[in-house]
């Protein structure tokens, strides 16, 4: 559980906060502030773990040794500098020997600080400069880029740098812990959404959403397998590390003889190289840089815990490709989703990572819950989650507007490979819409939290598993459908209908699209009026010219000499055999260019049809073949009216909480309606008798 931000760590969270006035000042957008200032946070950062850890060997030093440490002696700076290597978390001689740091380097005004700040930042070790952005080659990755950044500063007006990194220097974060580091950024990260929708968007999930999620995380940890031995923890889009930090701090606090390793994931440059550094400080943690999607880092890991927030409706052609030919095992051709949103494949993701025991929680919008049809990539994936791998647990939906940058409905599916026997076949579905508190002051779109209150009250029917005032305990067979094709022969509302194919013949017979007659004879067509207005016309471009004017007729005929008549309203398919109703169906006229003899014609073909059209039907589903085909069978019989033929059934999944929830309509009393509708009538009367009066004043 994050945790709550005390008086200590708000004081420090102002502070850094305040650096942006002198953002303001150098006339830089508040959209751009992270930018400039995510730099000096992640080197104040690693200073402060830096002169922790400095601080903890020389403790450890004086235990081992029973010796005071000297910094004097060379076989003790020897022994230090040799530990911190060792350790692999960043170095820094200046900073470990002597503790010169950032507000040493500030300490001497005037001069060109930022050679002395590049210079000072060049005694990092290469793996902490390549984070930072320090000396970066051309065209390479800048991550952090605070030496872009310093230099951007130092060449404006009055040189803000200078000011800006005294600030920093000002900061202390050294008497915090990971934890309380994490909150302390969670809080600034949350002021810059406030300024940022799009800010937002990439770096933070709410704390009350990673606090729901984690909860979660820790409960089913608890139903499974405990407290004991080891839990990877892994966010396939972790951004800053927020998520996958208080996830681990939270199985941490919930269990004491856990040991918990964390990994993630982050393809944006800045995001990575924060979560990155914080990583370092971490017990055991690991975050790579790339995409995870093309370029999965942990391909051959599973993970007991998965967290996540990816991208929602975020474009993926240009690497359709490149997963089209992936062979891990993570996709598959049938799951695949359309190309405008690839959240689905982040879903199929992160259950191909999941270890045997292992549970996750995702946050998704609500397409993920019902786009796309039966067959197609997306119901693909749902039914393949729910029903052959019987892995999701629940889908919670939370409050509207919980996010920074979107109003749109959120959704947490709650997966779990490990899902108990007594939960087998079924899925949880909580309407959480409700578990609020509304903000004082909102956060940019964001206007309500999830509280303690309302997070227990989720929780506990994640334990309950059953109907409640939140929640619907729902078959899987409930939540998926058949979509039946069929081919319907139409018939009017007499029962009357075209009841064959007839090919209509005749030595002459005149062909009638709404008011332009053409003429026919031994199926031919007398091309001689197209030639009269289109002189230059080929009979190809005539039969063009014929066939267009069949498919834009109203009312389409066909005169036999000597024979029938037959007429058909092309909006209704009503058709009409010597001005006698035969019910519906089709009068094709067709013409098509012929050769005989070296000559072209137009051959015309008119046939009398029935009306065919296809048609689709949506019936319960049962996995039980039998009952299936019994439903389909029954719902045919009840509802479908007209001959047909079944042409097959697909398996769809949809997940519809309009449906499972239905909102409640307030119905007004009928004595209330009465008296309202007395009123305006009585307010009409005296209208009237206003202007009735007014007239005879005239």
Known sequence: MTQTIGSGLLSCADKIWDTADTLRGAGIKASEWPAYMMPFFAL???????????????EEFKTVVASDFKIEDPAHLQWLDYAAI??????????????????????????????????????????????????????HAKFLDMQGKAADLSSRDNNPLFPFAQKWASIDLTPFDNSEITTIEEHIKRKWADISAETAGEQYTPTDVIDLASAIIVELRREGSGGTGIADVYDMACGGGNFLFATEDALREAFPGLSVRSFGQELNDALYALAAIEARFRQDARVEWGNTLTND???????????????????????????????????????????????????????????????????????????????GGESETRRWLLQEQDMVEAIIQLPKNEFFNTGIHTYLWVLNRAKPASRKGFVLLVNAESCFTKLKR?????????????????????RDFADGPISRRMTIDALLYNKVELELWRHDEEGRAIGGTEPINGHQFTVRFDQTEFTVDDGVLNLAPFFVDHPHSTVKEAVAL????????????????????????????????????????????????????????????????????????????????????????????????EPWCLHGAKTGCEINFN???????????????LKEIDAIEAEMAQLEAEIASGLKGL
């Open 546 to 641: 014929f066939n267009d004017a069949a498919r834009q007729a109203e009312q389409t005929a066909v005169m036999v000499t000597g024979g029938l008549s037959y007429q058909r309203d092309n909006e209704t398919g009503a058709i009409r055999v010597d001005l006698a109703d035969e019910g519906l169906g089709v009068l094709s006229v067709r013409a098509k260019v012929t050769k005989s003899k070296g000559l072209e014609r137009a051959k015309v073909d008119v046939v009398l049809d029935r009306l065919l059209e296809k048609d689709n039907e949506t019936v319960a589903y049962a996995s039980d073949a039998n009952v299936n085909n019994r439903l389909i069978a029954e719902f045919l019989t009840r509802w479908v009216h």
């Open 442 to 462: 909102n956060l940019n779109m964001k206007n309500c939290e999830i509280d303690a209150v309302s997070r227990e009250r989720i929780v506990q029917a994640l």
């Open 44 to 58: 104040m950062m690693l200073e402060s773990r830096l002169r922790r850890f400095r601080q903890s060997r020389i």
């Open 659 to 673: 449906r499972v929830f239905p909102k409640q309509s307030e119905v007004r009393a009928s004595a209330a309606i």
């Open 297 to 375: 880092l942990f391909l051959t890991e599973k993970f007991d815990a998965i967290v996540a927030n990816p991208p929602y409706g975020v474009d993926w052609k240009d690497i359709k490709k490149t997963l089209e030919l992936d062979a891990s095992g993570r996709f598959d051709a049938n799951r695949m989703p359309p190309t405008s949103d690839g959240q689905l494949l982040f879903l199929q993701h992160a259950a191909y990572h999941l270890s045997d025991v292992g549970v996750a929680t995702v946050v998704h919008s609500g397409s993920t819950l019902f786009s796309g049809d039966a067959g």
């Open 86 to 139: 060792a350790a692999n978390k960043g170095y820094h001689r200046d900073l470990l020997i002597h503790e010169k740091g950032l507000s040493e380097t500030c300490a001497v005004p005037g001069g060109n600080f930022l050679n002395r700040l590049l210079t000072h930042l060049d005694q990092y070790d290469p793996a902490t400069k390549r984070l930072l952005g320090i000396n970066y080659a051309q065209g």
